[in-house]
C-alpha cells in the first residue's frame, strides 16, 4: 500500500459533468493538500487541510470545491470545469506545524482533461 | 511573480558526470528549500532539504547548495545514473506562520542522463 494513494488516476469529463477527485493517506499525517500542476507552470498550492479543518483556500474559483471528512481522506468535488481547468492534480500529505510545511508526500495525481 | 525560478527547462548529461540543477528565489524570508523528483506517471517525491542556517547538505550522491547571499540553490547529482533521468522540482518555504509556511514551488527542470 503506497503512502497516498489517489482515484481515478485519468478523467476525462465535459464542462457540464460532476465528478470528484478522491485521496487517502496511509502516513498517519495530520495535514492534507491539493495541488495543481498545469503544462510549463509550477505547482500550484490549492488547498490547506491540517486536521480536517480548512486552512488555506489559494483564490481557487468555487467550482473546485474539497472535502476533508477525516485526517486520513481528502476530496476534491468538480463542476462546471472549463477546459482550462485540464491538469495534473496532486493530493499530499505532511506532518507538522500549521503554518510551517515540512516535506511533503504525494500521490501520483489525476490527469484530468476538461472537454 | 514567481518566487522560486528554474530556469533551465531541461538539461542532458552523460553517464557517470555530475549534473548541477540551478533554482534561484527571490523572496530572503524562505528559510528551507527542498529539491524533489518526479517520474512520469508518478508523484513528485522528496529527495533532499537545507535549512537556511547551513550552505551544504550532503546526501549520498546528492549534494545540495545554498547561496544566500544571492538568493540561489543548486543541487549536484555525482555520479549521474541513467535512473536520476527525471524532472527536478525546487521548493522553499517562509517562516512559522500562515501562508508563508507552505512551500513554493519551481517549473522543475527535466534531467536526462545518456547511458
Known amino acids: 500500500e503506497t503512502g497516498v494513494t489517489q482515484t481515478p488516476r485519468h478523467l476525462v469529463m465535459g464542462m457540464t459533468n460532476k465528478k470528484s477527485l478522491k485521496c487517502e493517506q496511509h502516513l498517519g499525517h495530520n495535514a492534507m493538500y491539493w495541488y495543481k500542476q498545469s503544462a510549463k507552470k509550477p505547482l500550484e498550492l490549492m488547498f490547506v487541510?491540517?486536521?480536517?479543518?480548512?486552512?488555506e483556500n489559494n483564490s481557487v474559483p468555487s467550482r473546485f470545491s474539497p472535502e476533508c471528512p477525516n485526517s486520513s481522506h481528502l476530496f476534491l468535488h468538480l463542476h462546471t470545469l472549463q477546459p482550462e481547468d485540464s491538469a495534473l492534480y496532486l493530493c499530499a500529505s505532511s506532518q507538522g506545524t500549521v503554518g510551517l510545511t515540512e516535506k511533503l508526500f504525494f500521490g501520483s495525481g489525476t490527469q484530468l482533461s476538461v472537454l | 511573480d514567481q518566487q522560486v525560478k528554474q530556469n533551465s527547462p531541461s538539461l542532458s548529461v552523460q553517464e557517470g558526470r555530475i549534473s548541477i540543477l540551478n533554482c534561484d528565489y527571490t523572496?530572503?524570508?524562505?528559510?528551507?528549500f527542498l529539491w524533489y523528483k518526479k517520474y512520469p506517471a508518478e508523484g513528485p517525491t522528496f529527495l533532499i532539504s537545507i535549512s537556511s542556517i547551513k550552505d551544504k547538505n550532503e546526501d549520498g550522491r546528492f549534494t545540495v547548495f545554498l547561496n544566500k547571499s544571492a538568493k540561489h540553490l543548486s543541487l549536484h547529482i555525482v555520479p549521474s545514473q541513467p535512473g536520476d533521468s527525471a524532472v527536478y522540482f525546487c521548493a522553499a518555504r517562509g517562516p512559522y506562520g500562515g501562508s508563508q509556511g507552505n512551500l513554493i514551488f519551481g517549473k522543475g527542470t527535466k534531467l536526462s542522463v545518456k547511458p
Open positions: 523572496n530572503s524570508m524562505f528559510d528551507y
Open positions: 487541510y491540517s486536521l480536517e479543518e480548512r486552512v
